[in-house]
């Protein structure tokens, strides 16, 4: 019976997630939120929503890793200040270097990593965020920011 209501309650969230994560992200960023998502409902952990400010937020800090890899912004300030005075709870940022356009590929190295994971599992989180551009190097910058309000 516990197996059953867990593999419903898995269910409903995934069935959450697909409806709201293919109607407001690139399909790039709905992959990532997808598997972020999986990842989160495996563990027990309720689904992340998409956030558009977090989102434009990580496109910036994307650009920036390109610039300075690392969690802090190139002129030296706190990460945090790429929220421009918006208040949240909980705030926390995963950053990624790849190759090659993979969200699947992206999150399992996320998953891979402790402190990534921590970050990917943690249930204070609601909402992300996230977006890659492509460096002058050529490889691509992810970055993904995670809150709560």
Known sequence: MKNLRTIISLLVMMAALFAASTAFASSLEAEVLYHVNVERAAAGVRPLTYNVS??????????EAGVVFGHVRPDGRDVKTVLNNESYAWFG?????????????IVRAWMASPTHRANLLNSHYTQMGVAVTRGA?????WAELLASS
Not at 94 to 105: G, M, P, Q, V
Not at 137 to 141: E, I, K, N, P, V
């Open 93 to 105: 940022e995963n950053l990624a270097i790849s190759r090659t356009e993979d969200a699947k590929k």
């Open 137 to 141: 190097d050529g490889r691509l910058y």
């Open 54 to 63: 977090l989102a434009n937020a990580a496109a910036v800090r994307a650009s």
